[in-house]
């Protein structure tokens, strides 16, 4: 059975599609950019901060699916430049601790909002 998740503390989605899908035990978090949930404002002013905001996202919409971070087993990073690499890595091992989840990280060209970051996340239930 699938369920659509939806968080108040993340972000309204800027279209068609869900905060999160649940199937089973699994969870699909759509990609979140650095829009803060209380004001719809973007955290831009440095890469560290707008990827703080982005986690944060995803922690509201994985804690209202009943997940937390530990359950994450796969992560996609969006990036518009691959110079903040190093910023994004830093700020996003910190939510993470012992058995950090696979991950891939791509450059793009350009990201919804003009936003620098995009991160996906899927997550298991054991």
């Known amino acids: 059975m699938k369920t659509c998740i939806t968080s108040k503390d993340a972000p309204a989605p800027i279209g068609p599609y ?9 969870l ?17 002013s440095d890469i560290p901060a707008e990827t703080h905001q982005v986690m944060k996202n995803v922690q509201a919409i994985l804690s209202e699916a ?16 691959m110079k903040t690499f190093g910023a994004v890595n830093e700020v996003y091992g910190s939510y993470f601790s012992g058995d950090y989840p696979a991950r891939e990280t791509v450059q793009v060209s350009a990201l919804p909002l ?9 997550a298991v239930k054991a």
């Open 18 to 26: 869900s905060h999160a899908v649940k199937v089973g035990n699994m």
């Open 28 to 44: 699909f978090v759509s990609g979140q950019v650095a829009k803060r949930a209380d004001n719809g404002e973007l955290v831009l």
């Open 66 to 81: 009943g997940f937390t971070l530990s359950d994450v087993v796969k992560t996609t990073i969006f990036l518009t430049d």
């Open 114 to 122: 003009g936003v620098n970051v995009e991160i996906s996340v899927t």
